[in-house]
């Protein structure tokens, strides 16, 4: 068990570029969930999938921002044209059907956009 | 809607002695509460979680938090503090009316002194 991974760790991308960001969760985990987090708040609920299927999602996911899990395995999260305002840590956590209270979390994607 | 406050931005004690770090909630049906902490340059880590049950629930590194449903609280505790329990820590919850949104609150940092 490695613990849930995320690609890249840093980000850096001018204002209106497109980026995505890949999440690997615990092997058999079948939740994953991504949040966001700015320098002292904590993280902000963004989308939550079961599976493959996207179960919740937060009107904080504009419509430039969309997440996938096409195998129920790994994730991405894709934001479009790119604001000075997404500059944030995106994380990644899951949770098994067993123990699905606690979630784990992985290192983070830190994104600057310039 | 669901929220959580930790009214504190920093807690201080000095090592040994025992540390409250403070966490009220607001929820549609009954909570599920957890804390996490965070330390430098680490992903947030599970400490703990009230589902339902006994009030006094028991987590990793000694810690302990307490529900008070009268109250609305959450605080996490800990016997007696050692230098390596400062980090940040953050205090969540979700209602058990459906969804898996869960709700962090901004933060706690806790600094212990030797």
């Known amino acids: 068990d490695t613990g849930v991974s995320q690609d890249p760790r840093h980000k850096i991308t001018k204002r209106g570029q497109n980026v995505t960001f890949r999440c690997d969760p615990i092997?058999?985990?079948?939740?994953l969930y991504w949040y966001r987090q700015t320098l002292g708040q904590g993280p902000e609920f963004l989308t939550y999938?079961?599976?493959?299927?996207?179960?919740?999602k937060s009107r904080l996911l504009s419509d430039r921002f969309s997440a996938e899990r096409p195998k129920g395995s790994f994730s991405t999260l894709e934001i479009q044209r790119t604001e000075q305002g997404d500059s944030a840590m995106y994380l990644c956590?899951?949770?098994?059907?067993?123990?699905?209270?606690?979630?784990?979390f992985g290192p983070g994607t830190r994104l600057t956009v310039t | 809607a669901q929220s959580v406050a930790q009214p504190e931005d920093q807690v201080n004690v000095a090592e040994g002695n025992p540390l409250t770090v403070k966490c009220t909630y607001s929820?549609?049906?009954?909570?599920?509460l957890f804390w996490y902490v965070q330390y430098p340059n680490r992903g947030l880590q599970f400490l703990l979680k009230?589902?339902?049950?006994?009030?006094l629930v028991k987590g990793s590194y000694g810690f302990e938090a307490e529900f008070n449903k009268s109250q609305t609280s959450f605080h996490l505790k800990k016997p007696s503090a050692l230098v390596s329990d400062s980090a940040l820590y953050f205090c969540?919850?979700?209602?058990?009316?459906?969804?898996?949104?869960?709700?962090f609150g901004a933060g706690t940092r806790l600094f212990v002194k030797a």
């Open positions: 969540a919850v979700r209602g058990d009316t459906g969804g898996f949104k869960t709700i």
């Open positions: 999938f079961q599976n493959e299927a996207q179960l919740e």
């Open positions: 009230y589902i339902t049950g006994d009030n």
């Open positions: 092997s058999e985990h079948n939740r």
């Open positions: 956590a899951s949770s098994s059907r067993e123990v699905s209270y606690e979630q784990y």
């Open positions: 929820v549609s049906g009954n909570p599920y």
